[in-house]
């Protein structure tokens, strides 16, 4: 990877691998998944690294779209009528949300899920494994793509910065790499 945009597609393809195991769980699942348009639940995404702040300026879907989330409720403020404005863009961790997952910090070999969605797997321990996302390893591979992203343009500094969603939206002052990244000179150009 040579380039932003070789980052930006490793990136894409985090986000389509994470689609198609929400496909195959869904297909599998079928009526005990409730997740559904306004089901708004497990959004609660404030903050987003910088790679995901540049896919999301990149997608125009962004700025000046906060929705109705206030400060301090806990709620996503890309939400409206809880949905998601940017649902075809959103993050790679609210493709996760009610998937079933395991993570270190759960009891090794336990697979954690949404109640809603599936809860006849409350509590269970096995699940084939291609229907089951290691949250871990695409943290991981999600970090290590945010790092990239931001030695190739020079400041590994920001890859440690956390951008809030609300300050994307409202178009507060990004670093100009971000805002060269996804394409602006200036927010709003």
Known sequence: MTAPADVLARYQELCADCDALGRR???????????????????????????????????????GNAGQAAAGDGLCCLLRDNRCLVYEQRPLICRTHGLPLVSSTLTEGEVDCCPLNLPALAGVVELEADLVLDL??????????????????????????????????????????????????????
């Open 25 to 63: 769980v869904h297909e599998t699942f079928g009526k005990q998944w409730q997740c559904r348009p306004g089901c708004s639940g497990c959004c609660q995404l404030l903050t987003v690294c910088g790679l995901e702040a540049v896919a999301l300026l990149k997608s125009g879907l962004l700025l």
């Open 136 to 189: 871990d390893r695409l943290t991981g591979n999600l970090m290590r793509l945010n790092l990239a992203f931001f030695l190739i343009l020079g400041r590994p500094e920001l890859a440690e910065i956390r951008f809030s969603l609300a300050a994307l939206a409202d178009g507060a002052e990004l670093p100009p790499e971000l805002l060269a990244a996804a394409g602006f000179s200036a927010i709003g150009s």
